[in-house]
């Protein structure tokens, strides 16, 4: 459970600490920033692979593992775009967040049982 709660601290520090409101919004493609933001400012993949990617190194610092560290960018990627999109709702995409972390920690503690 310790690991699992370490993720899940985590994972808020990414949401809400570290991803500030320009994020936010402008990981977004239909955010309304684009409608009059200047050429030289970042396209929302940038954005929404930065914020993946700062899931991505807590989930790597807390298990020690950097293949989870690249599932969970990954992942972390897909949840977001698709909530982007309005394919799912902020309910699902923190569930499903969620659900990501406790397949991490049953990877680490019953499928690899040597990697504790």
């Known amino acids: 459970m310790a690991l699992f709660f370490q993720f899940l601290i985590g994972h808020a ?16 493609r239909h955010a309304t920033i684009y409608q009059t933001a200047g050429k030289g400012f970042p396209g929302w993949y940038y954005w929404l692979l930065s914020h993946a990617l700062i899931h991505g190194g ?16 990954v ?5 977001d775009f698709a909530k982007c999109e309005h394919w799912i709702s902020l309910h699902v995409d923190q569930a499903l967040h969620i659900l990501c972390k406790a397949a991490y ?12």
């Open 13 to 28: 520090l990414g949401d809400y600490v570290f991803q500030r409101e320009i994020m936010a919004s402008s990981k977004c």
């Open 105 to 116: 920690v049953y990877v680490i503690y019953q499928a690899l049982p040597t990697v504790r």
């Open 75 to 79: 992942l972390h990627t897909i949840i």
């Open 58 to 73: 807590a989930v790597f610092l807390i298990s020690g593992s950097w293949i989870l560290g690249v599932v969970e960018t």
